[in-house]
Nanobody
């Protein structure tokens, strides 16, 4: 069974920072890409950042220059460092992993709220 455990969400003031973590337990399976998506009520889930097994990254336009994605392959853990947070970043953030030979798996989500 593939399981994802997310942590790091919370309430932060505009301009502040948060660091999200997602640890994947995939058993005998190998993980390729890992990433973060976010969603607000009434909107489709959107890509925040993704990273491949060799470190190639991509970011959503709205977070470029403010967010940084990284991973530790030995731990099957992906991180999202969020700096200069804005109220528009408020959303539920979901970890996503691509498991080779299977499919994509999603975490249950962690709430990030940016407010004064």
């Amino acid at each position: 069974q593939v399981q994802l455990v997310e942590s790091g969400g919370g309430l932060v003031q505009p301009g502040g920072s948060l660091r999200l973590s997602c640890a994947a337990s995939a058993g005998i399976y190998l993980i390729n890409a890992m990433g973060w998506y976010r969603q607000v009520p009434g909107k489709e889930r959107e890509l925040v950042a993704g990273i491949t097994s060799v470190g190639s990254t991509n970011y959503g336009d709205s977070v470029k220059g403010r967010f940084t994605i990284s991973r530790e392959n030995a731990k099957n853990t992906v991180y999202l460092q969020m700096d200069s947070l804005k109220p528009e970043d408020t959303a539920v953030y979901y970890c996503n992993v691509e498991v080779i030979g299977l499919t994509r798996y999603w975490g249950q989500g962690t709430q990030v709220t940016v407010s004064s």
